[in-house]
């Protein structure tokens, strides 16, 4: 079965340094690749998604993620954090082996310093 | 208002007492999910659907029970409800298979069972 691993649990940067949130994936065939995002007290939002094609993927609020088939990883980084980007990321792949479904990691809860 | 909502957005209940919860969408989106977010565990799926009348169990469907009789609603109801159930519960929709898809998520409900 597959699954999606963000080793990092919290992270806390300073506004205006850069940010990257590991993850990596198990996964049989070629996956589809999601970051999410959740701010407090609201639901997830998606940041950017990966299918195919060009392995450095861009999304929204200059977020950008890149898909390495060799390390398994899907890492999202963001140049400048700031104050705005606190909140909590989630990685998923789908679909799952038994359905039309996505694995979600566990969450990187990002903390920024003023 | 065009979107995902769900109601009631917090809920108090008590451990045995039975709990509907509300989703509607007005994308007349296919698939449709249910998700609990716990401390340590992330997002965990429940049940599924991805049709009218067509639903299927997630990670943790035990003490759940949903239906789909309408495409834009698909309630969740805790039959007896127990305080292990005490969580926060998103629902989301996808036009396309959940897998491969961007899932559009609600609000949430926070449900404590005393």
């Known amino acids: 079965a597959q699954s999606v691993t963000q080793p990092d649990i919290h992270i806390t940067v300073s506004e205006g340094a850069s940010l990257e949130l590991r993850c990596n994936y198990s996964?049989?065939?070629?996956?589809?690749l999601f970051w999410y995002v959740q701010s407090p007290g609201q639901g997830l939002q998606l940041l950017l998604k990966?299918?195919?094609?060009?392995?450095l993927v861009q999304g929204i609020k200059g977020f950008e993620a890149e898909f390495k088939r060799s390390q398994s990883s899907f890492n999202l980084r963001k140049p400048s954090v700031h104050w705005s980007d606190a909140a909590e990321y989630f990685c998923?792949?789908?679909?799952?082996?038994?359905?039309?479904?996505?694995?979600f990691g566990g969450g990187t809860r990002v903390l920024v310093k003023p | 208002d065009a979107g995902i909502t769900q109601s009631p957005r917090y809920k108090i209940t008590e451990t045995g007492r039975q709990v509907t919860l509300m989703c509607h969408q007005t994308?007349?989106?296919?698939?449709m999910f249910w998700y609990r977010q716990d401390l340590g565990h992330g997002l965990r799926l429940i049940y599924y659907?991805?049709?009218?009348?067509?639903?299927d169990k997630g990670e943790v469907p035990d003490g759940y029970v949903v239906s789909r009789s309408k495409t834009e609603n698909f309630p969740l109801t805790l039959e007896s409800a127990t305080r292990s159930q005490t969580s926060v519960y998103f629902c989301?929709?996808?036009?396309?298979?959940?897998?491969?898809?961007?899932?559009?998520f609600g609000p949430g409900t926070r449900l404590t069972v005393l």
């Open positions: 989301a929709s996808s036009a396309l298979a959940g897998g491969t898809d961007t899932q559009y």
């Open positions: 659907s991805a049709a009218a009348d067509i639903t």
């Open positions: 990966y299918f195919s094609g060009d392995t």
């Open positions: 994308w007349s989106h296919s698939y």
């Open positions: 996964y049989g065939a070629t996956p589809y």
């Open positions: 998923a792949v789908g679909p799952t082996a038994a359905g039309n479904k996505l694995t």
